[in-house]
């Protein structure tokens, strides 16, 4: 009776085993890179974004959108932004986030990405805001999303950028 108690016991401990491994493997990252590189970038973003939200109050502070509708709307899609990517963070460091969030984030920036390339805003702002698209580039390929499409036909004539550019695939 003892040895087929122990039988059982072990089968079931095999058993809880098994589903433990099973739900760790369902658990699959949603992003490509290990975490330290996911998070290093995330880290690269939300500075680069800080550099670019400081330039671009002086810089509006200094033109003619100071205190119009324009510039109370880049703040707002600056701050939206900024809540994106914190969202973003929070979720990553549960370790639960999604394409969804990353998708997000990019929506987020592409309404700045209009707004700064259909404005005339000083060179440093553009730099700035250009070094905060490269590392969003690279979000868009660790999440294998894609930034959404600016205007018409994903073409902004204004734009800095090569049309290939404009909509980004994340491949």
Do not use: K
Request: charged share 25%; hydrophobic share 40%; net charge positive.
């Amino acid at each position: 009776m003892s040895s087929s108690r122990r039988v059982i016991a072990i089968i079931f401990a095999l058993g809880v085993l098994l589903a433990g491994f099973t739900a760790m493997a369902q658990q699959q990252r949603v992003y490509r890179g290990t975490y330290q590189s996911v998070r290093n970038l995330i880290n690269r973003i939300d500075s680069r974004a800080t550099t670019f939200r400081n330039t671009l109050d002086t810089a509006l502070d200094q033109s003619r959108l100071d205190g119009t509708n324009a510039e109370d709307n880049i703040n707002l899609f600056v701050r939206d932004f900024d809540a994106a990517v914190d969202r973003l963070r929070e979720q990553f460091e549960r370790r639960q986030s999604t394409a969804a969030d990353a998708q997000e984030v990019l929506n987020h920036a592409a309404l700045i990405d209009r707004f700064v390339n259909r404005r005339r805003l000083d060179a440093r702002v553009q730099q700035d805001w250009s070094a905060v698209r490269l590392q969003l580039n690279q979000l868009a390929t660790a999440y294998n999303v894609t930034w959404p499409a600016l205007g018409r036909g994903g073409r902004n004539p204004n734009s800095p950028f090569p049309t290939n550019q404009n909509r980004l695939t994340g491949t």
